[in-house]
């Protein structure tokens, strides 16, 4: 979409086309061969055990014969978008002067679709390098809503893939998100208020209040994404795509009577029960 060589400033094509400048610009910074297979182990083991950190993830290690020191495992934690996901006093990394919304889900009985949806970015590894994927998942059905693979952690992906499921979707009464940085920013809460939406954050490290998105992590990664080596990010999205596709339309849930969230959502979408 960006011509490098037209007469009309990157800046400027930026601008119209409505993509952060961040984007154009960025060039990511080659990650080495060991590095990359270390993330991708940390990503598995923080898949399987999401209440371990820094340190305890590199007890894991060194037992499989990985030498590597705590402050890069969490260099790589951190690059990664992960964290510990148990109450950890003192270990916010909350960007500086963003709010931090209340959460709202706590007992609230979660029956119909667009009552409540949640927004969540995870880290993909590829055969070189790697991306983030953003999904917006509504709770009642777990059908996706929308997704988006991109190669920063920016607000703007966060805000982009939310208003691709307002414009299909409509509207939800709830909008639930981690504390991490690309949701806490304004550009993307004002898309949330824009709306009429309430905006609901996690607690700090509490895990269960995100539950729905990391089964749909889960899910991905053991059933597709761990299973490719993208060569490029245009693959990693259409690939992922695909399978977002098969996972509303043909992976039946046991939590959902068997139905698939396709179903599911159209089953509990309130208009239609009004209208039956």
């Not at 960006?2 to 910074?29: C, F, K």
């Not at 309430?198 to 059933?223: I, Q, T």
Request: charged share 25%.
């Amino acid at each position: 979409m960006i011509d490098r060589g037209h007469e009309l400033p990157v800046t400027r094509q930026a601008e119209l086309l409505n993509i952060s400048r961040g984007t154009v610009y960025y060039l990511p910074r080659p990650v080495g061969d060991a590095d990359l297979a270390l993330m991708r182990r940390l990503d598995e083991l923080h898949l399987e055990h999401p209440f371990m950190g820094a340190r305890m993830l590199r007890r894991h290690l060194l037992r499989e014969g990985i030498e590597v020191g705590r402050r890069h495992v969490r260099t790589l934690m951190q690059r990664m978008g992960i964290e510990a996901l148990c109450p950890q006093p003192g270990t916010s990394k909350r960007h500086p002067g963003h709010k931090i919304y209340p959460y709202l889900l706590r007992n609230l009985a979660i029956t119909q679709a667009n009552q409540v949806w949640a927004l969540d970015t995870t880290y993909c590894p590829m055969a070189r390098g790697f991306v983030y994927l953003t999904a917006v998942v509504d709770v009642a059905s777990r059908k996706v809503l929308a997704h988006k693979v991109a190669i920063t952690l920016e607000a703007c992906h966060a805000k982009e893939v939310l208003e691709q499921a307002f414009a299909r979707y409509g509207v939800p009464d709830i909008v639930n998100t981690d504390q991490g940085s690309q949701f806490t920013a304004e550009e993307f809460t004002d898309a949330v208020f824009d709306r009429g939406c309430k905006l609901s954050m996690d607690g700090r490290g509490a895990w269960r209040d995100n539950v729905f998105v990391e089964r749909l992590w889960r899910s991905a990664k053991y059933e597709r994404i761990y299973l490719k080596a993208y060569g490029s990010v245009s693959a990693a999205r259409a690939d992922i795509a695909t399978y977002m596709d098969w996972f509303n339309t043909q992976r039946p849930h046991s939590s959902l009577q068997g139905l698939t969230p396709q179903q599911a959502y159209w089953n509990t979408l309130p208009s239609l029960q009004g209208a039956a």
